[in-house]
């Protein structure tokens, strides 16, 4: 039992101070999230300026502080809080003698570097699609989905806007995806993941973004302003564009909807008005029915 608490607090300091340290700089810069985060929104804060797609729509939209926090509170404070319990987990699980190697299928540590990130990024992007998908599939999950779907204007920090209970709903399968790769989870991944958080927030910026010929392969600004239409089309009613960086795997599934790209619809979910607005009262939404 000494050792779970020992690997519970462990965590739980070591996330806290590496936070701590990406604050101040004293971690690598490639793998400094906290600093990162701020560069990659402020560049493409001032993309939304400078290149607008709703005209009108104002710089500091509709609850942009709201999701200015979130994109904090979901990528560092929840990050701290749960780092103990994940690493209580994997304990439990390599006492069980489950390792992440134990479901691998391909071993892909042979291959050019550059390979192995792009097959990383494949993979982890067909579960996260998938994940998504479930989301809106079952009313269970779909109730902590609506905080992601409550944005009424669209911004790039709406990106981050999403309950604390999707973390814990994404990891199964983004686990299931690095085992599956035997483990694979490289120092460089550090691309990746900022490769990722950077199409996530264009995906949801002022700014129209179709990428030509590439929207089969890349999720768009467009795209994904559909994807949070409010209400959806009859022959396509449970969802549209579930994608997530990589829109080709609702091209695969015949889950993409793109009729316009004007850029003025509306937002949100039909019974949205009994929907708690603020950050507190979204933070335990989801555990009952509305
Ligand atoms: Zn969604
Ligand atoms: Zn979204």
Redesign the pocket.
């Known amino acids: 039992m000494e050792k779970y608490a020992n690997a519970f607090m462990d965590a739980f300091t070591g996330t806290l101070s590496w936070t701590w340290d990406s604050i101040l700089f004293k971690v690598p810069w490639y793998t400094n999230y906290f600093w990162g985060l701020i560069v990659i929104s402020l560049v493409v804060w001032v993309l939304e300026m400078i290149f607008p797609w709703r005209k009108k729509q104002s710089f500091i939209r509709k609850d942009f502080w709201l999701d200015g926090f979130y994109m904090f509170f979901n990528f560092f404070i929840f990050s701290i809080v749960i780092s103990g319990f994940y690493n209580v987990l994997g304990l439990l699980f390599s006492d069980l003698d489950i390792h992440y190697k134990s479901l691998a299928i391909m071993d892909i540590s042979h291959l050019e570097m550059w390979l192995q990130l792009l097959i990383f990024f494949i993979v982890l992007d067909f579960v996260q699609w998938y994940t998504h998908v479930l989301l809106h599939k079952y009313e269970f999950l779909w109730r902590f989905h609506k905080v992601?779907?409550s944005?009424k204007e669209?911004g790039f920090a709406?990106?981050l806007r999403y309950h604390w209970m999707e973390n814990i709903f994404y990891k199964p399968l983004k686990t299931f995806g690095v085992m599956i790769l035997g483990g694979f989870e490289p120092e460089q991944a550090y691309i990746v993941h900022f490769i990722a958080i950077t199409i996530?927030h264009l995906?949801?910026a002022n700014i129209k973004i179709t990428w030509g010929p590439f929207k089969y392969l890349l999720n768009n600004s467009v795209m994904?302003l559909y994807?949070?239409i409010k209400v959806l089309p009859e022959e396509k009613s449970q969802g549209i564009n579930y994608g997530i960086s990589l829109s080709i795997w609702d091209y695969i599934f015949r889950t993409n909807y793109v009729p316009d790209d004007n850029g003025n619809i509306e937002l949100g979910f039909p019974d949205e008005k009994t929907f708690p607005k603020g950050f507190f009262g979204q933070l335990f939404t989801g555990f009952k029915k509305q």
């Open positions: 992601h779907h944005v669209m709406a990106h996530g995906n949801h994904h994807h949070h």
